[in-house]
């Protein structure tokens, strides 16, 4: 009950901040909408009972999070500067690679923040998550050494505690 609830102000929340429009009627209809979702969502069970849940949140979680974000936009700024360089340099050619990372103790939430932090930065790419592996696509190799280090890796485990377990 608390994940629906959860799911409703979280709903209700974005739905007013993407809306802009605040006469009664809006409201209303708005917050009717949103809780026909958090209802459909509770009878099919798919309120989210795996990922960071709400009631559980803490100052932690968002410190860690917040920390990871801006570590997250660092490797993005760098990553665009050498892919930009690849493209401007002459002597500089595409070597497309694909290789697999394993994912391998990583709940759903982690498998899903790691593999779209990977989309998210230049030059890579998650094409498949196939149960503990990712298929990564980059367009020259030397751009997943930090991967294969498990940088990124690491710091998306530290989300979460360190066993990889939820909090």
Same mark, same amino acid.
């Given at each position: !009950?608390?994940? +629906?609830? /959860?799911?409703?102000? *979280?709903?209700?929340? *974005?739905?007013?901040a %993407?809306?802009?429009?605040?006469?009664?009627?809006?409201?209303?209809?708005? *917050? /009717?909408?949103?809780?026909?979702?958090a209802?459909?969502a509770?009878r !099919? @069970?798919?309120?989210d009972h795996?990922g960071?849940?709400?009631?559980?949140?803490s100052?932690?979680i968002f +410190?860690?999070f *917040?920390?990871?974000?801006m570590?997250?936009?660092? #490797?993005?700024?760098?990553?665009?500067? /050498? &892919? =930009?360089?690849?493209?401007?340099?002459?002597? =500089?050619?595409v070597r497309? #690679?694909?290789i697999? %990372?394993?994912? #391998?103790? !990583?709940n @759903? !939430?982690e498998? &899903?923040?790691? =593999?779209?932090?990977?989309?998210? +930065?230049?030059?890579t790419?998650t094409?498949?998550?196939d149960?503990?592996?990712?298929? &990564?696509? +980059?367009?020259?190799? @030397?751009?997943? #050494?930090?991967l294969?280090?498990? @940088?990124m =890796?690491?710091?998306?485990?530290?989300?979460?505690?360190?066993?990889?377990?939820? %909090?």
């Open positions: !009950m608390k994940s +629906t609830l /959860a799911l409703l102000l *979280f709903l209700s929340i *974005f739905w007013l %993407l809306s802009g429009h605040y006469s009664g009627l809006l409201l209303g209809l708005g *917050f /009717a909408s949103c809780l026909w979702v209802l459909i509770r !099919m @069970d798919v309120v795996g960071l849940p709400v009631q559980k949140w100052l932690r +410190t860690t *917040f920390i990871y974000l570590w997250l936009g660092k #490797e993005i700024v760098l990553s665009s500067i /050498a &892919v =930009a360089r690849m493209i401007l340099s002459n002597g =500089a050619r497309p #690679e694909v697999q %990372l394993s994912v #391998e103790g !990583m @759903d !939430m498998k &899903v923040i790691y =593999a779209n932090s990977i989309t998210l +930065t230049p030059g790419l094409v498949d998550v149960g503990d592996w990712l298929n &990564v696509h +980059t367009v020259r190799g @030397d751009l997943l #050494e930090p294969k280090r498990g @940088d =890796a690491n710091r998306v485990r530290r989300i979460y505690n360190r066993s990889g377990k939820q %909090l």
